[in-house]
């Protein structure tokens, strides 16, 4: 079992960055989470519930991928406040045989082409292999096709509404599914922007009941600003890779990441399981966590950092209940991407069948 941080270690934390988004859980009960996800909706839309607007849907716009297990391509398209839309495809699945969605959103791509993307983050196959497992799966692009640039104006321009253009295409689409179709649960995986994305939605919408973000947030470091400069992921007053969306303050002061976690995974048959790359050459992964300082900052290396907090959000069950939160370092990724070996894991999880992933007697991930 992974050791707790040093008392040492603890004091080293910032006041800021500690109130803000704290390697502990603050959520106090079941009630607490009901309270504070309708604060952070509130933020959001202005109310204590989620919209309930419809996007405008094309039916069989055409497969780009036509060697997967598709029976049609639907095009949706959200219209929300201040002008902003997004364009994402829903692609159902021939045979659907489990009668099940997933979300999948692949972050900061550059571009909503889904055949463009670089094939060493494996989006692709990833959509592939739900498919032919027999999900339906709504291709998500994050606001303006994942541009960084574009993400920071938007908190520029519209303040606390900026972060819900992350979020309401996909709490569209299922307000559409819920009206016109009768899957049997809507679920999520995400890498990178995706990832975060994944972690949070959930927190606010319970609709989604297995979510499985890869390399997408971590407690404690983002708010830290030397950490998060040194890092390139998102310090306040960084000029890196200005993620506004990982660490607007207003939004992370009600919930930080490690409450959130537990607000994705509590309730009926709700899951979250994070998923972390250790040969990540991106972010969130050992070379981030050592280059920025973290290690030396919070006294333990990188895997003992995430079995740390991992097992405080367990420990919580006893006060919240159900929560089911889990984890595990993928030690077969080697690049920041969605492995193979996180892919089997994946698809067992939504299985139901374990977490799955493990052969030969290699050491393929680290968990919990």
């Known amino acids: 079992m992974a050791k707790l941080l040093t008392i040492a270690a603890l004091c080293l934390i910032s006041h800021s960055a500690w109130a803000i988004d704290p390697a502990t859980p603050t959520i106090s009960g079941a009630g607490d989470i009901v309270t504070r996800r309708a604060t ?35 095009r949706y398209v959200a219209s929300m406040s201040n002008g902003q839309t997004n364009t994402s495809d829903f692609y159902l699945a021939n045979s659907p045989n489990n009668n099940r969605v997933v979300i999948l959103n692949p972050g900061h791509q550059g571009t909503c082409d889904w055949t463009a993307f670089s094939a ?34 938007l908190f520029a321009s519209y303040g606390n509404t900026g972060m819900r253009y992350f979020f309401e295409p996909a709490v569209q689409a299922m307000n559409y599914w ?7 649960d809507y679920n999520m995986i995400g890498l990178s922007g995706g990832g975060w994305t994944t972690t949070v939605l959930p927190a606010l919408d319970t609709r989604i009941k297995i979510s ?32 506004a969306e990982q660490n607007w303050t207003n939004f992370f002061t009600v919930a930080g990441y490690i409450d959130l976690y537990m607000m994705a995974s509590y309730g009926p048959h709700r899951r ?19 280059g920025s300082g973290a290690a030396t900052f919070y006294g333990v290396d990188f895997p003992t950092f995430i079995g740390n907090y991992i097992v405080r959000v ?35 999880i939504l299985g139901s069948t374990g977490p799955g992933g493990a052969g030969g007697g290699r050491r393929l991930f680290h968990m919990w």
């Not at 739900?130 to 993400?151: E, I, K, Q, R």
């Not at 979250?272 to 070379?287: A, E, H, K, T, V």
């Open 178 to 184: 819920d009206t016109n179709f009768s899957f049997r």
């Open 212 to 243: 499985i973000p890869v390399a997408g947030s971590w407690p404690g470091i983002v708010f830290a600003a030397p950490l998060a400069c040194a890092d390139n992921i998102c310090g306040d007053g960084c000029d890196a890779i200005g993620c």
């Open 314 to 348: 367990k420990q919580k069950e006893s006060v919240v209940m159900p929560v089911y939160y889990d984890g595990m370092i993928d030690y077969i990724a080697d690049q920041h991407q969605i492995s193979p070996n996180a892919q089997s894991v994946i698809l067992s």
């Open 40 to 74: 952070l909706i509130s933020q959001l839309w202005g109310t204590t519930t989620l919209p309930t607007t419809l996007p405008s849907v094309t039916q069989n716009i055409g497969n780009s991928f036509p060697g997967y297990n598709v029976a049609r391509v639907d």
């Open 120 to 153: 060493g983050y494996r989006m692709q196959p990833v959509l592939q292999a739900l498919l032919a497992a027999g999900y339906s799966v709504f291709a998500m692009n994050m606001p303006d096709c994942g541009s960084t640039s574009a993400h920071t104006a």
């Open 272 to 290: 979250q399981f994070q998923i972390l790359n250790y040969s990540d050459n991106c972010c969130f992964g050992n070379s981030s966590f050592v």
